[in-house]
């Protein structure tokens, strides 16, 4: 099927590549595409259509057409005529149940053709409505194109790569080489993008093949490399996308013989090709009659040539047997052919321009659709810009004849002219709704090949002019492109403590919270917590978020973010408190240690660390006080030794007297424990003695290790999250997003004695004495199960018949054998020992209104 | 949102690197009445037209600063770093 060497060929025919197709060797060069291989040997079909499940061939052989898309090793929808091939390749055909000669879904060609017209599943498919299951499992099963491989998401890496130059080519043709060579002589950066494969130059750079898929908001230009999506920043954007080849709309002209003349063109001069024996050639241009000459010395007869500029016919239809061309009927004449080589004329392709905001207007002179008003970073070049030879305007469609086929205006979703004017005699008469309607010019080609032709034809059955009916607006992708691609790498950020590896070395459970791992238990949680009860446990709290604020500013800064007072605090002490925000609603809650006249140590939740940095950042933007906040989250570790032993084994390593009078309830101190320097907060979160270490990072598995080394004899065991939940309820200790939610302000909260309403502003103030004054309407409470049943959180709380509140947290307390948890209630409930009911399993258990933490009421273990 | 925004410190970035805050809003000198409350906490002017905003550099260098930016073509006039004795201030 070759023709001997030709002069430019693209092939090495010293150099054959093959791959698999269909179930045999295929033999290619290198220099091949994979269509042009499969066609030299001897495959003239490449696909089925999308909906009748037509046979179709290499209409226009240059990436445009949806015609030759296949899968190939694994990924559907490559347009094969411009994949080079690869060695041991497997390509598959698709769209297609059996082979592309034997197609059981063309069934839907011969039958269907009165059953499905455009739109049909809204319509026909749509009664009996009891149906609908079973046409809706058809449909899916028979629409879109190919099928995606399940596991090309792990074989596949994409990545995302931003990038700046000072001029952006956009094409690899004559205009857009010209154009990049004279604006990097004039000694600017260039880079050229081109979707064929440019050759590289040495006064520029080169991407190719690439693929420019838009012009979006900002001049950012996306382009498709591959397994690379570079977001380009370019000072000056020049778009030289060239001439699209326009389709003629006649009966049969999707007929597997029927070419673009660019698709002859390639077969011959790139692959030495021979297309076929008979041809005959109807050109609307001197480009597409030209390539007669290219047939003849290929060796295939040119039988007819039509000139559509000086005797344009009144019929033109082709006529064909199982899908392949076999004659062409022109004004009564047949003509015996296997070869149709068509062209409307060239269209700018200006889809890029149009997107970055250029007017795009009818020339009726010309027939072509010519861009104009340019932004002023944009720049059109060559046939883009609609710089190219005379063509004569082709009828919007030419009269059929007996033994044609359907007239396609659209070969990508199977539009047909009937289709189009059915669409208008329904209403459908604008081009924008005929478009959506139809969805002419929304397949893959993105209007390539049915843009032009499909205003033609609107043009002519509304019976006006193409400039009236205008064009559609041009959006992105101008060229198709994998999602893969735009997802980037799978990025799922995980944060790790620094003691995170002894956590899994101890086997521990690992859960997400935020973007963080931590340790939900080791073993069993309920142990766990009683181990902190009786004798000392240590938790990785390294997730908190820590802030050093420093500045003579510093006090008055934290007094106007918080609704508590700091600045008659003595150094070395802490205070518990909870961020809110001008609407009074609680947004975070922590501890504030004052280290110095002018410093404090804040610590926030763990998921609320960035929000709570953010926060403190821009009321300081907004205030201007002259005080600086810095982020040690990351920098420091800390963890929590609790528990009655806890002293004992902090005397063991501490280099500070341990006792109650050394160190007591809420105070901070800095020392060395281990010898690692540490600051201690002396708090408890977990209601029993206990000291939070905070710690330089590195040190996180040291002194992890030193802890459970020297705290073996006393039993310490590393506890998790749960078990912390677990103990934290028992003392009614809030947690921000679990017990509170968007409404929650202090007071309603249960926390009274934080809004110092006295102080003269805090954010938050003026909602808290709102709240003051219309008073509460619901409070949070703990409650205790009377029957030890645990309700679900978020269970709803009924009180005579109606909701009465509901549940945020609940566990079951090993110390106290006893289900606890808290909620939110009417205001009439809050009372110590008041009677809720709670829905549990379609039931509703009975709870009793506990005000006091569960657990040593009193505090008197904490302060011990 | 894909155009460029010109960071006092970095210079011209992606919008992705940055988070907007919304429009500058001023929070009331004293106690205002709820309805002074509820407009101050809650209401917004939308503009169709230039507005001025916060703007954050989150995956940059952390600093909060002001746009002026035209809402219906996202045209950013100028960006500048907040004056310490503004007054004005914002809503969470």
Known sequence: ?864 | MSFLLNCPNCGPRDVNEFACAGEVTSRPKALPDLRGLTDYVYFRRNVAGVQREWWYHRFGCEIWFLAERDTRTNEVLKTELPQASAGTSSAG
Not at chain 1, 238 to 262: I, K, M, R, S
Not at chain 1, 350 to 378: C, K, M
Not at chain 1, 408 to 429: L, N, Q, Y
Request: net charge neutral.
């Open chain 1, 1 to 864: 099927m070759r023709l001997p060497e030709q002069l430019n060929e693209r092939i090495d025919r010293s150099r054959p590549v093959r791959f698999f197709f269909a179930g045999r060797v295929v033999e290619g060069f290198e220099g091949d595409t994979i269509g042009s291989a499969l066609f030299a040997s001897g495959q003239r079909v490449f696909s089925r259509s999308f909906k009748y499940h037509r046979r179709r061939g290499l209409l226009c052989c240059s990436g445009g057409c949806p015609n030759c898309m296949m899968r190939v090793d694994g990924v559907p929808n490559v347009r094969v005529c411009t994949e080079p091939v690869r060695e041991g390749a497997h390509v598959h055909a698709q769209n297609v149940l059996g082979s592309l000669e034997h197609d059981l879904l063309a069934a839907v060609d011969h039958f269907g053709g009165p059953f499905t017209p455009v739109g049909f599943y809204y319509r026909t498919m749509i009664r009996p409505r009891s149906l609908w299951p079973l046409y809706e499992r058809f449909l899916r099963n028979v629409a879109g194109l190919g099928r995606l491989d399940k596991h090309a998401g792990r074989t596949r890496r994409f990545d995302t790569e931003h990038r700046r130059t000072e001029v952006l080519v956009i094409g690899g043709g004559r205009s857009g080489r010209e154009a990049a060579r004279s604006a990097a002589a004039a000694g600017r950066q260039v880079v050229l993008v081109d979707e064929r494969g440019a050759p590289a130059d040495g006064a520029f750079e080169v991407l190719a093949p690439a693929r420019a898929i838009g012009i979006y908001e900002g001049g950012l230009v996306p382009v498709d490399a591959g397994n690379v999506l570079y977001r380009f920043r370019a000072e000056r954007i020049v778009v030289a996308t060239g001439a699209l080849e326009q389709p003629l709309l006649f009966p049969g002209n999707d007929l597997v013989g029927v070419h673009l003349p660019g698709a002859v063109r390639r077969l011959v001069d790139e692959w030495s090709i021979k297309p076929g024996e008979r041809a005959v050639i109807v050109s609307a241009d001197e480009r597409g009659l030209a390539v007669a000459d290219k047939l003849e010395r290929a060796g295939t007869s040119v039988v007819e040539r039509i000139d559509l500029r000086s005797a344009p016919p009144r019929q033109l239809a082709a006529r064909g047997s199982r899908g392949r061309l076999r004659s062409v009927v022109v004004d009564g004449r047949e003509i015996e052919c296997d070869l149709l080589v068509m062209s409307g004329g060239r269209q700018p392709a200006y889809s890029l321009l149009a997107q970055a905001g250029a007017r795009v207007e009818y020339d009726a002179e010309r027939g072509i659709f010519v861009p104009s008003d340019l932004p002023s970073n944009v720049e059109a070049v060559g046939s883009a810009a609609g710089e190219q030879e005379p063509a004569a305007v082709p009828a919007a469609t030419f009269e059929g004849a007996e033994g044609a086929g359907r007239c396609f205006v659209c070969v990508c979703e199977d539009v047909t002219e009937k289709d189009v004017k059915r669409a208008i005699a329904e209403g459908f008469d604008s081009i924008e709704l005929g478009k959506r309607y139809t969805t002419v010019t929304m397949g893959p080609c993105q209007g390539r090949l049915c843009h032009v032709p499909s205003i033609r034809l609107f043009a002519r059955e509304n019976e006006t002019d193409e400039k009236a009916i205008g064009t559609t607006t041009a959006r992105p992708p101008w060229a198709p492109v994998s999602l893969g691609l735009l997802a980037g790498r799978g990025h799922e950020p995980t944060k790790r403590t620094s003691i995170h590896h002894r956590h899994e070395e101890a086997g521990a459970t690992m859960m997400w919270t935020g973007f963080w791992r931590r340790a939900h238990s080791y073993e069993h949680a309920a142990n766990e917590a009683l181990n902190v009860h009786r004798g000392v446990g240590v938790i990785d709290v390294s997730t908190l978020g820590k802030l050093l604020v420093q500045g003579p500013d510093a006090a008055r800064f934290l007094e106007l973010l918080y609704p508590n007072r700091f600045g008659d605090m003595k150094v070395g002490r802490i205070r518990y408190g909870v961020l809110g925000t001008d609407a009074g609603r609680i947004m975070d809650d922590g501890t504030i240690a004052r280290l110095g006249e002018d410093q404090y140590y804040v610590t926030t939740t763990s998921t609320g660390a960035d929000t709570v940095i953010e926060w403190f950042e821009w009321w300081n933007a907004v205030w201007g006080l002259d005080v600086e906040t810095v982020n040690l989250t990351g920098a420091l570790a800390a963890v929590n030794v609790a528990g009655p032993r806890s002293r004992e084994l902090l005397g063991r390593l501490a280099q500070i007297d341990t006792s109650n009078e050394g160190i007591s309830y809420l105070d901070a101190k800095e020392t060395y424990v281990a010898g690692v320097p540490c600051l201690i907060l002396r708090i408890g979160f977990v209601g029993e003695l206990g000291y939070e270490l905070h710690f330089a990072s590195p040190y996180g598995e040291y002194l992890w290790d030193a802890l459970l080394e020297y705290g073996a004899d006393l039993g310490i065991r590393p506890f998790g999250l749960e078990p912390q939940r677990i103990l934290r309820l028992e003392k009614m200790h809030i947690l921000v997003g679990q017990d509170t939610d968007s409404e929650s302000n202090v007071l309603e909260a249960g926390m009274p004695w934080i809004a110092k309403l006295d102080k003269e502003d805090f954010v938050g103030k003026w909602a808290l004495e709102h709240v003051q004054e219309r008073g509460f309407r619901e409070q949070l409470v703990g409650f205790e199960m009377t029957d030890g049943v645990v309700p679900a959180e978020g269970g709803q709380i009924v009180l005579g018949g109606r909701p009465a509140g509901r549940v945020t947290s609940s566990r079951l307390s090993p110390q106290l054998g006893r289900a606890i948890g808290m909620a939110w209630v009417r205001p009439e409930l809050a009372h110590e020992g008041a009677e809720i009911d709670i829905k549990v399993n379609g039931g509703f258990a009975r709870a009793c209104v506990r005000l006091k933490p569960f657990f040593d009421p009193e505090g008197e273990r904490l302060r011990s």
